[in-house]
C-alpha cells in the first residue's frame, strides 16, 4: 500500500509537470548541490562568496581572489550534510546559486563574469584576467557601488584569461608570489615567464645587431667599393632583428593568453 501510494505520487508530479512546467520550475531557479562547510565568519550571509585560507573558510575579502571555494547558501536543492558538524553550512561548488553582488565595478549584464571584490563575501563585475566565481544569469543596476543584491549565477570558480586588457604590476606580482595558492604562483609564473622572453630576445637582438654594425661601419672604411653589399647585410641583419624581437614578443603574449 505504501509503494502504491508513492507511485500514484510521483505520476500525480509528473503529470503537473506536464501540464504547468513553467509554475512548477520557476518558484526556484537555484539549482544546486551543497557540503558541510565549517565557515569562521559568523556574519555570514546568505549569498556571500567563500575562500579557503590557512586559518578555515572565511568570507572573501580581496578581487580576484585565487583561493575562492564557493557560495554559501540557505536553500541549495541538495545538501549533503554533515550530522556530525551542527556548525557546518551549506556552500555550493556548481550549479546555479544567488549571490550578493555590487556595482563597485560597473553594473552587470546577464552573461558577465562575476569575480570577487573587497566587500566581505560580495562579488562584482569581472573586468580583468583573473580567478571568477562564474557568470552572470541576471542584471544587476544600482548607483550605489556599496549597496549589494542576489542575482542568480552559474558557479564555476575558473581562471579566466579572455580579457584582452591585463593590468598587472609589480606589487600585484610580488603579492601574487606570497599568496599560497598554487594557481595564483603559476599565474605569477607565467607572468616573469613571459616578460623573461621578450627581455632576452630585445637582448639578443640589440647585441647582435650592435655587433654586426660595428663590423659593417669597420668594412666599409677598408673597403669603400664594396658599400652596396655591406649596406645590404646591414639592412638583412635590421630585418633579423627585429624578426627575432618579434618572435619573442609572440612566444610571451602566447604564453599570456593560453
Given at each position: 500500500?505504501?509503494?502504491?501510494?508513492?507511485?500514484?505520487?510521483?505520476?500525480?508530479?509528473?503529470?503537473?509537470?506536464?501540464?504547468?512546467p513553467?509554475?512548477?520550475?520557476?518558484?526556484n531557479?537555484?539549482?544546486s548541490?551543497?557540503?558541510?562547510?565549517?565557515?569562521?565568519?559568523?556574519?555570514?550571509?546568505?549569498?556571500?562568496?567563500?575562500?579557503?585560507?590557512?586559518?578555515?573558510?572565511?568570507?572573501?575579502?580581496?578581487?580576484y581572489?585565487?583561493?575562492?571555494?564557493?557560495?554559501?547558501?540557505?536553500?541549495?536543492?541538495?545538501?549533503?550534510?554533515?550530522?556530525?558538524?551542527?556548525?557546518?553550512?551549506?556552500?555550493?561548488?556548481?550549479?546555479?546559486?544567488?549571490?550578493?553582488?555590487?556595482?563597485?565595478?560597473?553594473?552587470?549584464k546577464?552573461?558577465?563574469?562575476?569575480?570577487?571584490s573587497?566587500?566581505p563575501?560580495v562579488?562584482?563585475?569581472?573586468?580583468?584576467?583573473?580567478?571568477?566565481?562564474?557568470?552572470?544569469?541576471?542584471?544587476?543596476?544600482?548607483?550605489?557601488?556599496?549597496?549589494t543584491?542576489?542575482?542568480?549565477?552559474?558557479?564555476?570558480?575558473?581562471?579566466?584569461?579572455?580579457?584582452?586588457?591585463?593590468r598587472?604590476?609589480?606589487?600585484?606580482?610580488?603579492?601574487?608570489?606570497?599568496?599560497?595558492?598554487?594557481?595564483?604562483?603559476l599565474?605569477?609564473?607565467?607572468?616573469?615567464?613571459a616578460?623573461?622572453?621578450?627581455?632576452?630576445?630585445?637582448?639578443?637582438?640589440?647585441?647582435y645587431?650592435?655587433?654586426?654594425?660595428?663590423?659593417?661601419?669597420e668594412?666599409?672604411?677598408?673597403?669603400?667599393?664594396?658599400?652596396?653589399?655591406?649596406q645590404?647585410?646591414?639592412?638583412l641583419?635590421?630585418?633579423?632583428?627585429?624578426?627575432v624581437?618579434?618572435?619573442?614578443?609572440?612566444?610571451?603574449?602566447?604564453?599570456?593568453?593560453?
Amino acid at each position: 500500500m505504501k509503494y502504491t501510494a508513492l507511485v500514484v505520487f510521483i505520476f500525480f508530479r509528473l503529470f503537473l509537470s506536464f501540464l504547468f512546467p513553467a509554475s512548477i520550475y520557476a518558484q526556484n531557479k537555484s539549482v544546486s548541490t551543497a557540503v558541510s562547510i565549517q565557515i569562521e565568519d559568523e556574519s555570514v550571509k546568505d549569498g556571500n562568496i567563500i575562500t579557503s585560507t590557512p586559518k578555515g573558510y572565511v568570507l572573501t575579502t580581496k578581487s580576484y581572489d585565487s583561493n575562492m571555494y564557493g557560495v554559501y547558501t540557505q536553500s541549495p536543492s541538495i545538501f549533503l550534510q554533515n550530522t556530525d558538524d551542527p556548525k557546518a553550512k551549506p556552500v555550493t561548488t556548481s550549479g546555479k546559486a544567488y549571490v550578493l553582488v555590487s556595482s563597485i565595478n560597473g553594473n552587470i549584464k546577464k552573461n558577465d563574469l562575476i569575480t570577487t571584490s573587497t566587500t566581505p563575501g560580495v562579488g562584482q563585475k569581472a573586468s580583468d584576467n583573473g580567478m571568477v566565481l562564474g557568470t552572470a544569469l541576471q542584471d544587476y543596476n544600482s548607483s550605489d557601488k556599496k549597496a549589494t543584491g542576489k542575482i542568480l549565477i552559474a558557479i564555476n570558480p575558473h581562471f579566466n584569461s579572455t580579457f584582452s586588457g591585463t593590468r598587472t604590476n609589480l606589487v600585484e606580482i610580488l603579492n601574487n608570489v606570497a599568496d599560497p595558492s598554487m594557481l595564483t604562483q603559476l599565474t605569477t609564473l607565467r607572468y616573469i615567464t613571459a616578460a623573461l622572453i621578450a627581455v632576452i630576445a630585445f637582448g639578443i637582438g640589440f647585441v647582435y645587431f650592435g655587433r654586426v654594425s660595428a663590423r659593417g661601419v669597420e668594412a666599409l672604411g677598408r673597403n669603400p667599393l664594396a658599400s652596396r653589399i655591406i649596406q645590404f647585410n646591414l639592412v638583412l641583419n635590421l630585418i633579423l632583428m627585429i624578426a627575432v624581437i618579434l618572435v619573442g614578443l609572440t612566444i610571451g603574449y602566447l604564453i599570456l593568453v593560453l
